[in-house]
């Protein structure tokens, strides 16, 4: 089983300019997932997809970022325009439907703002 | 309020040590679910276990053991005889239906195991 794509692995941009992440899911998986994470901190959700619908976007900047599953499968995620403190790994996960199942992760971008 | 606590913020053991990592949580459910996931150097993060609210039986797997207590809110991880590959970090989560069924995690455990 192919699990969690994500690309690029690495980005750097200056601030003010802008920035998209791409994230394949596990086929078959419903539910798919943006996190934050910030040095030494855990991840921090960013916006949840059941199929293509939002679940939950209540922790994403809605000024700068937004984010789009399409047709319920592939997702992206942007940022315009990023600020320094945007800098984190932005890891994509994906589940099966339900909230009592593990999430598989994807090998995150780590996006470094200058 | 949904809330996952690890105090420990990093741990270094020699190998061969065992070691546990604490994790304590808040929910105002009685229907919840707890993970942990490892986080190795190379970055994505791997799932280890998963506990519902319901089943407090202990679980061991090989050399990982899990100890679940409802009675202290704490869902602790063991490692018997650490081994340098073992050297991660450890993030338990918990997600539940007040919570808006999104998981939240702690903020990790580092733990260092020497050789």
């Known amino acids: 089983e192919a699990g969690v794509a994500q690309s690029p692995r690495y980005k750097i941009i200056e601030k003010r300019q802008s920035v998209a992440f791409w994230c394949n899911p596990i086929?078959?998986?419903?539910?798919l997932y943006w996190y934050q994470q910030i040095l030494g901190q855990g991840p921090k959700l960013l916006i949840q997809?059941?199929?293509?619908?939002?679940?939950?976007d209540s922790q994403l900047p809605k000024d700068r970022f937004s984010a789009e599953r399409l047709k319920g499968v592939d997702s992206t995620l942007k940022i315009q325009p990023a600020k320094l403190e945007d800098s984190a790994v932005y890891l994509c996960?994906?589940?099966?439907?339900?909230?009592?199942?593990?999430?598989?992760f994807g090998d995150g971008t780590r996006l470094s703002i200058l | 309020a949904q809330k996952v606590t690890q105090a420990q913020t990093e741990i270094s053991v020699v190998e061969k040590e065992d070691v546990t990592l604490d994790c304590v949580y808040e929910t105002r459910d009685t229907t919840y679910y707890l993970f942990w996931y490892k986080q190795p150097p190379s970055g994505e993060l791997v799932f280890l276990i998963r506990?519902?609210?319901?089943?407090?039986q202990n679980e061991i797997s090989g050399r990982y053991s899990w100890n679940f207590q409802k009675s202290t809110s704490s869902f602790n991880f063991t490692i018997t005889a650490s081994q340098v590959v073992d050297s991660a970090v450890y993030f338990c989560?918990?997600?539940?239906?007040?919570?808006?069924?999104?998981?939240?995690f702690g903020a990790g455990t580092r733990l260092f195991v020497k050789a």
């Open positions: 997809f059941q199929n293509n619908g939002v679940v939950d």
């Open positions: 506990r519902n609210s319901f089943d407090e």
């Open positions: 996960a994906s589940s099966l439907a339900g909230y009592n199942q593990p999430q598989h």
């Open positions: 989560a918990l997600s539940d239906r007040a919570g808006g069924f999104k998981t939240i």
């Open positions: 086929s078959g998986h419903a539910t």
